[in-house]
């Protein structure tokens, strides 16, 4: 075996090349750049975090014109209510057979509104104008016979008058004859007549006395005539009074039958508008629901806007700010930006123990068709040296209100700290009234702009800051 051919060659050792660090070193420097280029933004938060003061803000908004006239004046919620509202319905009950408003409908004084059924009611009136007619008759008959009985007894006062004087011809000519008779006894006595002359004075003066007797009896029935005469006068008398008083008691029946009948027809007690609809044609209405339990107790019910007024409830706190007479500045919850001028009228004289409130009616000196009763309302008692409120005074206008808290006072000067981006600036501004924990501000802000609410006392203008998150 030749060994010769397991020689194993090698090749001849090269001369190692020395190697350069610096990519190395600007490879590790990049990937430190990197990460710290990412890692950077959340380590910077970290200090600031750590290093920046934290800050509430507020953002400036334009105030509508109820909190701005709040911040000078005593405010309280309340509503607008009618002092003259009516539930319309009927003395009588009855089903409604006619019905002539709807909501919102504008009635006048004395207006039919609805109609109940009626027949009976005019059944009944009608037979009062019958009765009424009868006893009008009565009366009428009454009246006559009290004229018959005045005539007769006029009649038999002349029969008396004409049998008085017949009795007293009779008794003058029998009193004649008495004489001449006694003339003719004296005459036959001494001889100068004779007998039969005596017996025809005798028979003249016993003729002319049964006369005067019958004249005498005849003005005796006379008067009784006339004596039954004036008692049947006075019967008449009775009657025609007694006639009279059945057609005043026919009257008062027939006016009650008409007051029935009229209690039918719902009418409206004075101008205003139909608010709500309580029942429908149909259904029985009773004043005091005694038709069954269906029944209703009202047509509908109807206010006088005319009388439209706010109820407010003051908290008793607040209640020696408001005065009878003061002025008040009124603003709808639907119409937050419009001010209605009004009057306190009157102040309740008893409280809420419950709310711990006092009611206060408060009257409006403008209206408008906008007012609606029950609409929510903010009040604002005014003191009583301030001015009308005017769209120049801030108050009819909307304007700039902060918390008190966003103040700061700096040299002298009073102002707040504005945010810019991360920054705060100090911004000097014109005050004006300050009420609750707010104030006004006249000048120096305006409407979108962020401030700071309680700022530390170590903040200074140019500051950066840091915006606590709600």
Same mark, same amino acid.
């Given at each position: 075996?030749?060994?010769?051919?397991?020689?194993?060659?090698?090749?001849?050792?090269?001369?190692?090349?020395?190697?350069? =660090?610096? =990519?190395?070193?600007?490879?590790?420097?990049?990937?430190?750049?990197?990460?710290?280029?990412?890692?950077? @933004?959340m380590?910077?938060? *970290? *200090?600031?975090?750590?290093?920046l003061p934290q800050v509430r803000t507020f953002l400036v908004k334009?105030?509508? =014109?109820?909190?701005?006239?709040?911040?000078?004046?005593?405010?309280?919620?309340?509503? !607008? !209510?009618?002092?003259?509202?009516a539930a319309l319905s009927s003395d009588v009950p009855g089903r409604i057979v006619e019905l002539n408003v709807t909501e919102g409908s504008i009635v006048k004084k004395?207006?039919?509104?609805?109609?109940? *059924?009626?027949?009976?009611?005019?059944a009944a009136w009608q037979q009062s104008e019958a009765n009424l007619a009868v006893a009008n008759a009565g009366?009428?008959?009454?009246?006559?016979? *009290?004229a018959v009985a005045n005539a007769a007894i006029t009649e038999a006062r002349s029969s008396l008058l004409a049998a008085t004087a017949l009795r007293d011809e009779g008794k003058t000519q029998r009193d004649y004859l008495a004489q001449e008779r006694t003339r003719v006894a004296q005459l036959t006595t001494t001889g100068i007549e004779g007998i039969r002359r005596q017996q025809q004075a005798d028979r003249d003066f016993a003729a002319a006395t049964a006369r005067l007797s019958s004249l005498v009896a005849g003005m005796d029935s006379s008067s009784a005539r006339v004596e039954t005469a004036v008692q049947r006068a006075k019967v008449a008398a009775a009657e025609v009074a007694v006639a009279k008083s059945q057609t005043d008691a026919a009257k008062a029946g027939r006016d009650q039958a008409r007051a029935t009948l009229d209690k039918t027809d719902v009418r409206a007690p004075f101008d205003g508008i139909v608010v709500l609809k309580d029942a429908e044609v149909g259904e029985v209405v009773s004043p005091n629901v005694q038709g069954g339990g269906n029944a209703r107790g009202a047509v509908c019910t109807m206010v006088d806007f005319d009388s439209l007024e706010v109820q407010a409830n003051v908290p008793e706190s607040a209640l020696s700010s408001v005065t009878a007479g003061a002025a008040a500045d009124i603003f709808l919850e639907a119409f937050p930006d419009d001010r209605y001028a009004g009057i306190v009228d009157r102040i309740w004289p008893t409280a809420d123990r419950q709310k711990g409130t006092v009611e206060v009616r408060v009257r409006f000196t403008q209206r408008d068709d906008r007012l609606r009763p029950e609409m929510g309302v903010r009040v !604002?008692?005014?003191?009583?040296?301030? @001015?009308? =409120?005017?769209?120049q005074s801030g108050i009819a206008a909307r304007s700039i209100i902060i918390p008190v808290e966003a103040l700061v006072q700096i040299a002298g000067k009073t102002g707040t700290f504005l945010v810019e981006r991360d920054t705060v600036r100090f911004m000097e501004v014109k005050t004006g009234d300050r009420k609750s924990g707010r104030v006004a501000i006249d000048a120096g802000l305006r409407a979108n702009q962020t401030i700071v609410v309680n700022p530390p006392t170590s903040l200074q203008d140019g500051d950066r800051i840091r915006i606590e998150t709600q």
């Open positions: 075996m030749d060994l010769k051919d397991l020689k194993i060659e090698r090749q001849p050792k090269q001369k190692r090349r020395s190697s350069n =660090p610096w =990519p190395l070193r600007l490879g590790i420097l990049a990937v430190l750049a990197g990460a710290g280029w990412l890692v950077w @933004p380590a910077s938060k *970290f *200090f600031d975090q750590v290093r334009e105030a509508a =014109p109820a909190a701005a006239a709040a911040v000078s004046g005593t405010a309280a919620n309340g509503y !607008v !209510v009618a002092a003259r509202r004395g207006d039919i509104v609805a109609r109940l *059924f009626s027949a009976e009611y005019r009366v009428t008959r009454a009246v006559a016979n *009290f !604002v008692f005014r003191a009583g040296d301030a @001015p009308e =409120p005017t769209a």
